[in-house]
């Protein structure tokens, strides 16, 4: 049974930093992309970054390039997603996701398996 868990949200203040963490089992991550998207209150799905099999290849959507960091480690089958400077539009359920399909994700069109989300509330 594949199982993506994520850990790391919560609340923080505006311009404020967290670490995302998600831990894979059930599947070999490497053969896999791996990446985070959120989901706010009334709005679509957002890819927010992801990361090639290898970690060769990255992708950030423009709403958080410059201020994130995908990384992943396949020895220990996890991904972290570090976002800084948060502002309250970053307020959302953020989910790991992992697609066999591609080497990098921008939609949610082609992803296998994602996690039941961590809340992530950024106050003003």
């Known amino acids: 049974q594949v199982q993506l868990v994520e850990s790391g949200g919560g609340m923080v203040q505006a311009g404020g930093s967290l670490r995302l963490s998600c831990a894979a089992s059930?599947?070999?991550?490497?053969?896999?992309?791996m990446g985070w998207f959120r989901q706010a209150p009334g709005k679509k799905r957002e890819v927010l970054a992801s990361?090639?099999?290898?970690?060769?290849?990255?992708y950030y959507a423009d709403s958080v390039r410059g201020r994130s960091t995908i990384s992943r480690d396949n020895a220990k089958s996890t991904v972290s997603l570090q976002v800084n400077n948060l502002t309250p539009e970053d307020t959302a359920v953020y989910y790991c996701?992992?697609?066999?399909?591609?080497?990098?994700?921008?939609?949610?069109?082609?992803?296998?398996?994602w996690g039941q989300g961590t809340q992530v509330t950024v106050s003003s």
């Open positions: 996701a992992s697609s066999g399909r591609v080497s990098l994700f921008y939609t949610t069109d082609l992803l296998d398996y």
């Open positions: 059930g599947l070999a991550i490497s053969d896999y992309a």
């Open positions: 990361i090639s099999q290898l970690a060769s290849e990255t």
